[in-house]
């Protein structure tokens, strides 16, 4: 059975840091693409960052050069550290997994396979 499960959300000023978790079981990182995503209020679900079988990396401009995505094959988890905090980076985020890099982009119309449930994060003083 395969299960993402994302972790690490809260309440952070802004400047602040966070780390999510995203635990898969069921499947390998080194077939399946996995996918940060995240949903604000009012607003559709984006693709943020991605990384690929291979391990690069790809990012969404509006967190290029503050979050970063990474992972780890033994423990089966992928991060996303996210620095330099704003109150726009509020919303629920959510781990995504597909075979294909463009699914778990958000620049696909294919749904990803799985997904986590998501964790909130809110970005305010």
């Known amino acids: 059975q395969v299960q993402l499960v994302e972790s690490g959300g809260g309440l952070v000023q802004p400047g602040g840091s966070l780390r999510l978790s995203c635990a898969v079981s069921g499947l390998s990182l080194e077939t399946y693409a996995i996918g940060w995503f995240r949903q604000a209020p009012g607003k559709e679900r984006e693709g943020i960052s991605c990384v690929d079988t291979d391990g690069s990396a790809y990012y969404k401009a509006s967190v290029e050069g503050r979050f970063t995505i990474s992972r780890d094959n033994v423990e089966n988890t992928v991060y996303l550290q996210m620095n330099s905090l704003k109150s726009e980076d509020t919303a629920i985020y959510y781990c995504?997994?597909?075979?294909?890099?463009?699914?778990?982009?958000?620049?696909?119309?294919?749904?990803?396979?799985?997904w986590g449930p998501g964790t909130q994060v809110t970005v305010s003083s």
């Open positions: 995504a997994a597909h075979p294909s890099l463009a699914v778990v982009s958000g620049a696909s119309p294919v749904r990803p396979d799985y």
